[in-house]
C-alpha cells in the first residue's frame, strides 16, 4: 500500500484564496487590499485601516466617521461579562482572558446563531469595539484595580490608553501604537487564521471560530513569539552580554526567538517601518537598551547564522520590541519602549485581529484555492481581523504597560 504524502506544516497545501492581504516572499512584500503596508502606516490610522479590510476600499469621510461612530456606540461590556472577568484568576495570561472573553461574548450575543452576511457583520463590529474594553478590564482586575468606562470622545487606539491607564500618552507614543497595530492587522494564512477558518467550515459561530484562533495565536511559535522575544531579552540583560548569551544557546543548540521566519526568507517588508518607530520609541523613552541588544543579537545571527530577523523584526525597532530579525523583535522594542519586557496584557489585544468576514466563514475551507491570492474576501477574513486585533491588543497593552513603567512614557507625562 503506498504510503500518504504527509505536508508538514500544511507547506504547499492550497486551501483558499484571499483578496483581504497577499504575503510576497519573493519581493519580501506584504499588501492589504493591494496597498503596501508601510504606505498605510504613513497615511492612515488603525481605524481606517480596519474599514479597508473588511470592505475592501478606504473609506470615505461620510463612511469613516459612521464606521467609528458605530464601533464607539459597542465599546462597553455586559455587567454579566465584567461580573465572569472579576472572577478570572488574577495571574490569567491575558490570552486566555480575552479567549474566555470572546466565547461569553458569544453566549451573550442575541445574534449568535444567525449566519447572515448581516448579521455577521455586526457581530464583528461588536467584537471588534469590545476587545479592547475585555482585554485593559481583565488586564485592571487582575492588578486589583476598577475596570474603567471606555470613553466616545477617543479614537481606537487612545481609547485603549485610556481604558488601561485613565489617561491617554503623549503623540509620539500613540503613533508608535497605532503603527504596529496595523502592521499586525492581517497576515494571510497563517495559524491562527487556518485555524478560525477550520471551525468556521463545520458551520461553527463567529465568536467560537475567534475564540479558537486566539487559541492558537498564544502559542510561542506563533503570536506569543512577541511576548517569547521579550522575555529572551529580559534574559539576555543588555547588549554588553548579548554575544555572550548568544554563544551560550549556540553551545547548547538552542532556540532563539526571533529568527528564521517560515515565509520570509530574505527580510521583511515590516521591519524598516517598525524599526523606524521602535527608534522613536526609544527616543521618547530615554532607553536605547532594547534596541542595542537587539541590534547586537541580530548582526550576530546573521554573521554566525545567515539568519534575518523573523517577521517584521528588525534590530532597530525589534530590539525594542523583541529581537531585530523578527517582526516580533521590533515589536517588542516598540511596545515595552523602555526597560522591561512587554506586559502580557497587550499582547492578547494585539492578536485578536478584527473579526472574520461572514462569506467566509461560512465557506470554511471546502474550496480548494491557493492561499494569499487577493481574489475576494471571506466571512473568515472577517473573523481573522478580529482576531489581529486580539493579538494586536495583547501587544499593545505590553507596550502601553511598560511605558507606563517608564518615567518619560508614562501617562503622567501626558
Known amino acids: 500500500m503506498t504510503e500518504p504524502t504527509i505536508y508538514k506544516g500544511l507547506v504547499g497545501v492550497y486551501a483558499d484564496v484571499s483578496s483581504v492581504s497577499k504575503v510576497m516572499p519573493e519581493t519580501n512584500s506584504l499588501t492589504y487590499r493591494g496597498y503596501a503596508v508601510q504606505d498605510l502606516c504613513e497615511e ?120 488601561v491607564f ?21 497576515h494571510t494564512f497563517n495559524a491562527s487564521t487556518f485555524t478560525a477558518r477550520t471551525v468556521t467550515s463545520t458551520g461553527a459561530d463567529i465568536h467560537g471560530a475567534i475564540a479558537a484562533g486566539i487559541a492558537a495565536l498564544k502559542g510561542p511559535l506563533h503570536g506569543g513569539a512577541n511576548e517569547a522575544v521579550m522575555h529572551m531579552l529580559k534574559e539576555v540583560g543588555g547588549p554588553e552580554a548579548a554575544v555572550d548569551w548568544l554563544e551560550g544557546k549556540f553551545d547548547h543548540r538552542a532556540l532563539v526567538m526571533g529568527f528564521g521566519h517560515r515565509v520570509y526568507k530574505s527580510g521583511d517588508s515590516r521591519v524598516p517601518t517598525m524599526t ?95 492561499a494569499g491570492e487577493c481574489r475576494r474576501g471571506t466571512l473568515i477574513e472577517r473573523a481573522c481581523i478580529a482576531l489581529r486585533v486580539t493579538r494586536m491588543h495583547r501587544i499593545a497593552t505590553l507596550a502601553a504597560q511598560h511605558m507606563h513603567n517608564s518615567a518619560r512614557l508614562s501617562c503622567d507625562s501626558v
Open 276 to 370: 523606524k518607530y521602535a527608534e522613536k520609541m526609544a527616543e521618547v523613552v530615554g532607553d536605547r537598551r532594547w534596541m542595542e541588544t537587539s541590534r547586537v543579537l541580530a548582526k550576530q545571527m546573521l554573521e554566525r547564522k545567515n539568519l534575518l530577523p523573523d517577521g517584521f523584526r528588525h534590530p532597530d525597532v525589534h530590539a525594542d520590541l523583541r529581537l531585530l530579525p523578527h517582526h516580533r523583535l521590533g515589536g517588542a522594542c516598540v511596545r515595552t519602549g523602555r526597560r522591561q519586557p512587554a506586559d502580557p496584557p497587550a499582547v492578547a489585544l494585539h492578536r485578536c485581529r478584527a473579526a472574520c468576514r461572514p462569506a467566509s466563514c461560512r465557506k470554511g475551507l471546502m474550496q480548494s484555492c491557493r
Open 166 to 186: 485613565g489617561k491617554v500618552p503623549q503623540p509620539e507614543v500613540i503613533k508608535s501604537f497605532d503603527v504596529s497595530m496595523i502592521l499586525y492587522a492581517e
Open 44 to 163: 492612515t490610522d488603525f481605524e481606517q485601516v480596519a474599514y479597508l479590510l473588511w470592505h475592501g476600499e478606504l473609506p470615505t469621510a461620510a463612511q469613516l466617521e459612521a464606521f467609528r461612530a458605530e464601533e464607539r456606540a459597542n465599546r462597553a461590556l455586559s455587567p454579566a461579562l465584567l461580573r465572569v472577568l472579576r472572577d478570572f484568576p488574577k495571574d490569567a495570561h491575558p490570552m486566555d482572558a480575552i479567549r474566555t472573553a470572546v466565547s461569553f461574548m458569544g453566549m451573550e450575543d442575541p445574534e449568535s446563531a444567525d449566519v447572515s452576511d448581516a448579521a455577521q457583520r455586526r457581530k464583528a463590529m461588536r467584537l471588534f469595539a469590545k476587545a479592547p474594553t475585555a482585554v485593559a478590564a481583565a488586564n485592571r482586575l487582575s492588578k486589583g484595580l476598577e475596570p474603567i468606562e471606555p470613553d466616545a470622545s477617543l479614537p481606537y487606539c487612545e481609547n485603549f490608553f485610556h481604558l
